[in-house]
């Protein structure tokens, strides 16, 4: 659930409610003003559950950030694009290595990380379909990002 407030000007704060049954995190969270922006260029953020959203350089920074001790990261196919996550949320089946969870996905260009526009952003979403898998523990069915 977001709650976005809008002032004067190109500032827009944003209030995200965020409910994981854990006492000393859920509420509120990521409440800092940042630039609104029309950049055509961004990182995808999409979930193994197919829901996806853009995040700006602010974010990409942020979420860089927190994954520094813990990424993962997949290159998709023969493209440029690589799928950056937490490994720690990565687990081993006997069919191979699967991933649960959001992801980012950026553009690897000389060894620097790019952002996407909105082409190649379509272009990921076709190329995570083929790397999903269903998996399937009791009554419970969910897609995983298959690793290896």
């Given at each position: ?26 509420g509120f969270v990521n ?6 922006t029309d950049d055509k ?59 649960v969870g959001s992801m ?45």
């Open positions: 659930m977001e709650f976005k407030y809008f002032s004067k000007g190109d500032i827009q704060e944003e209030k995200l409610v965020e409910i994981k049954l854990n006492p000393l995190t859920d409440n800092s003003p940042h630039k609104v260029y961004n990182a995808l953020i999409i979930g193994t559950n197919g829901d996806s959203r853009k995040a700006d350089s602010e974010e990409i920074c942020i979420i860089l950030e927190r994954l520094k001790n813990c990424a993962g990261s997949l290159m998709l196919g023969d493209s440029d694009y690589i799928v950056l996550f937490n490994d720690e949320k990565a687990f081993d089946l006997e069919e191979g290595r699967f991933f980012m996905v950026m553009k690897m260009n000389d060894e620097k990380l790019c952002p996407l526009s909105d082409d190649e952003i379509s272009e990921v979403k076709e190329l995570l379909q083929d790397r999903m898998a269903i998996l399937i523990s009791g009554d419970h069915q969910f897609s995983a990002l298959t690793l290896s």
